[in-house]
């Protein structure tokens, strides 16, 4: 079935989105606030508006932030139209949003998109999706034209809970790599040198194997039970301060591991030392 799609801001991601929108046979109406980024979509078949007032009932923003939104869409009448909006906000921004989308009489779908620009629309893509379930349904087949549509809940803020969440765990695990490459290459160790054991680390938290921290810990986290006979915190608070000394020594900034190495030793002095290293998130839970 052919959509009429409208999509709102024309960076790397929205371009992207209405070339793929335009792909799957969709009628594509775009604009953004600087003007000058549409020429190549409206090559490709789209319609260039004058103003956001221009938009059919389906509308996908791609934003810098929810701000970004009320500054485009303020004096537009949203009577009878869905905002699927794929910017990046804090969760309650979001619920925010939904109030005041809802007040101008139109319904509001939040986001958080799973891949980088070139990524849109290919095998693996997909998208957080939150707000109105029969509204998400409604539109599914559409919006599958640039991910895999995974949908979490009605509270709008969910979209940007399992966005950030999974984002956080892709910045810090590559920072991590970062550091680790680092003290490597203090010591002459070529990067290429440490690739397959960190290939191996990450694929074996992942995995089932006896590394599968992320099963073992999902587990201990919903019972918050935290067994630590066999490795204790303390043991690890010990450890990480041995990292942070190996970084320091190499004359390697030791930001991320101080800051790691000082979560540990609080959850240590508030009496989880004889824990496993799950209990961390107790502390983390309540700074």
Known sequence: MTTHVTVIGLGAMGSTMAEMFLKAGHQVTVWNRTPGKAGALVA?????????????????????????????????????????????????????????????????????????????????????????????????ETLKAISDVTYVGADPALAMVFYQSQLFMFWSGLTAYMYASALAQSAGVAPSQL????????????????????????????????????????????????????????????TLPVALKRLFERADAEGRGAEGLGTVIESIKKP
Do not use: C
């Open 44 to 140: 490709l078949g789209a319609h260039e508006a004058s103003s956001p007032a221009e938009a059919g009932e389906l509308l996908v923003i791609s934003q810098l932030d929810y701000q970004a939104m009320y500054d485009s869409l303020g004096d537009v009448d949203l009577r009878g139209k869905v905002l699927v909006n794929l910017s990046s906000d804090a969760p309650s921004v979001l619920r925010e949003a939904s109030d005041w989308v809802a007040a101008r009489g139109g319904v509001l779908v939040t986001g958080g998109i799973m891949v980088p620009p070139p990524g849109i629309g290919r095998p693996g893509a997909y998208t957080f999706y939150s707000g109105p379930a029969e509204v998400v349904t409604r539109h599914t």
């Open 195 to 254: 690739l397959p054991f960190a290939q191996e680390t990450f694929g074996g938290i992942a995995g089932e194997g006896p590394m599968g921290f992320l099963k073992y810990l999902t587990a201990e986290f919903e019972e918050r039970s935290y067994p630590g006979e066999a490795n204790s915190l303390h043991m690890q608070a010990v450890g990480m301060g041995h990292v942070v000394h190996a970084f320091e020594e190499a004359g390697i900034d030791a």
